[in-house]
């Protein structure tokens, strides 16, 4: 039911194979939502109309009820200090360094859209934690640290409900993290970074080279030499009560913790919500995961550790995105 005294905001997640977009209320969280194939490959023109397109299906008709207040939107990659610009995203060939309010602006008011207020930009590991700090599992905690285990490892740091930064806007790259400098490279060089373990191609290499000489189901389900086992196949195999894929996610799930306690050690921020793809193994990944970083914890901050799945999945994301707007009104007034 739409609201018209209600704030509204249209949150987008961009991906490199779909986008999703959503009309937001402030306090009942998504309207409506849709969809859309990105065609990254087309170029970047392309993905911004994909955009607007996107926005026209959720906002459509809406006009009788209230107003859009603003457009956030989640990008991979990196995002300028004044979250204006997204620069060289990952899989979406062509694009450079693209002002989304130059562009997308003069777009939606060709399309018959007329936006009240900013269009803002946000990592999307930063617009997944801020969805899940003010809807999603990370609601009862006013500092954390979000995980998103998905093609890559991504991560951001919520403190005081929010989202710390650092210096030039990049803050929060645990995923190129490393956990031993002589282990395999992970997509942007680091090695032994955790993403070289837990990103989905990686983690199903991984698998495949622990399991091709195991008994296991997943050579009914991957192909010949495990060629096509994935995450979701190694995942489905353990709930089965297939030992050897659940040993691969116990395997991942220590990888992770060691990880992890190094962020504690350092932030002493002790609550981490893990969302994306791969965490929906639930706790055959994160219950290894609590175990190892409680050993690599110093003894006095290992009071309070916990580790908690994020269960909205990627609506998280496109909440986030629509939040940065309402943090926009909050902090203009």
């Given at each position: 039911m739409l609201h018209v005294s209600s704030e509204y905001a249209v949150g987008v997640d961009l991906g490199g194979t779909n986008l999703k977009v959503a009309l937001v209320e402030r306090d009942e969280g998504i309207v409506r939502q849709a969809v859309l194939a990105t065609e990254a490959d087309q170029g970047p023109e392309r993905v911004l109309q994909r955009i607007v397109e996107g926005v026209v299906r959720v906002v459509q008709g809406f006009e009788a009820h209230g107003r859009v207040e603003g457009i956030g939107i989640g990008a991979p990659g990196v995002v300028s200090m004044d979250r204006s610009t997204v620069i060289r995203p990952p899989n979406i060939p062509g694009w450079d360094s693209v002002h989304l309010g130059d562009h997308l602006g003069p777009m939606l008011r060709a399309a018959g859209i007329d936006v009240a207020g900013p269009i803002i930009a946000e990592n999307d590991a930063n617009a997944a934690a801020l969805g899940s700090a003010f809807y999603g599992s990370g609601r009862p905690f006013d500092s954390f640290v979000m995980v998103t285990l998905g093609t890559g490892v991504g991560g951001a740091i919520v403190f005081d409900n929010r989202l710390f930064r650092g210096v030039t806007g990049a803050a929060g790259e645990i995923g190129h993290m490393s956990i031993d400098y002589e282990g395999?490279?992970?997509?942007?060089?680091?090695?032994?970074?955790?993403?070289?373990?837990?990103?989905?191609?990686?983690?199903?290499?991984?698998?495949?080279?622990?399991?091709?000489?195991?008994?296991?189901?997943?050579?009914?389900?991957?192909?010949d030499d495990l060629k096509d086992v994935t995450p979701e196949r190694v995942h489905s195999a353990a709930l089965a009560g297939d030992e050897a894929a659940i040993e691969v996610l116990a395997w991942a799930g220590h990888k992770l913790g060691v990880l992890l306690g190094s962020v504690v050690n350092l932030l002493d921020i002790r609550k981490v919500i893990v969302g994306g793809g791969v965490s929906r193994a639930g706790d055959l990944l994160l219950e290894p995961a609590r175990r190892a970083m409680l050993r690599a914890v110093i003894p006095s901050m290992s009071e309070g550790i916990e580790i908690v799945q994020e269960t909205r999945g990627n609506d998280v994301a496109m909440l986030g995105a629509a939040r940065l707007v309402f943090e926009h009104i909050d902090d203009a007034t």
């Open positions: 395999p490279y992970d997509r942007a060089g680091v090695a032994g970074a955790i993403e070289a373990y837990l990103g989905q191609r990686f983690l199903s290499r991984h698998a495949r080279y622990q399991l091709l000489a195991r008994e296991t189901d997943l050579h009914e389900t991957s192909g």
